[in-house]
């Protein structure tokens, strides 16, 4: 019991289970605002496990590619994946399992969804070579991270409207936004193994630039699924604090870059919680 209890342990620590928090409310939004109020239980657990097998699927397979890299960076060289407290073949099996998960519960939402279930697999597998050889690796976690509010309106009504266009690309910016600053935390060590980045492109400060610029293109995103969501003023609430809480996170960041962690961990998780529970009481009271 002991083993399993420490192996589910290491797990959890690999994909860092905590950070679906990132994803998890807007596929749940979308799902919200397309069927009008309530989907259902069953799209509730099939949507909860879809997103959960994802993310596993996209987070060991990350680190099962970048276990040579992270060996060499001193804030990633705990990570179970280099430390020996997980195998590579042990990952790569989880990589497997959560992949045909993800895949079967694809199937038993709906055709397109199945047949999605593919490319979007491909997508969010694609990021972790992409650091390799094109600092745009931030906005090709955006792009994975902005397909869970597109499925979520696919689980319900089987097609892709303008407001989750609008929505995916709000939460595409607001991704590769807070990665960037998450980035200059390992901008030294990406010089020095070669790899790309925003930071490494282009510097500290004109990074910090690039990424106000990419939040406030989330915004945008963001007022413009609201006008064509056609949603009331608790969703207009949720953008305005949402906008308060990026500027507070750049503030942080500007004030040091010791509050990167805070600024990534702590502000972008409520920011996503806060939309979900804004949009609900939009439902229910307007």
Known sequence: MNKIKK??????ELVMFKHSIFALPFIFIAMIIS???WFGWKLLILGLIATIAARNFAMAFNRYI???I????????NRPSVD?????KSIFLFIFLNAFLFILIAYFINQLAFYLSFPILFIIGVYSYFKRFSYLAHIILGISLGLAPISGV???IEDITLWSMFLSLGVVFWVAGFDMLYSLQDR????KLKLHSIPVKFGIKKTLLIARISHTLAIIFWFLFTIYSSSGIFVYISIIISTIFLIYEHILVNKSLENIP????????YLGIVFLIFVILDKIFI
């Open 7 to 12: 192996l589910l342990y290491d797990f959890n």
């Open 154 to 156: 696919i689980a319900v």
């Open 66 to 68: 970048d276990k040579n």
């Open 70 to 77: 992270d060996n060499q960076n001193p804030r990633t060289i």
């Open 188 to 191: 030294k060590i990406d010089i």
């Open 35 to 37: 069927s009008n109020g």
């Open 262 to 269: 805070k600024a990534f961990f702590t502000i972008n998780g």
């Open 84 to 88: 020996g407290r997980l195998s590579l």
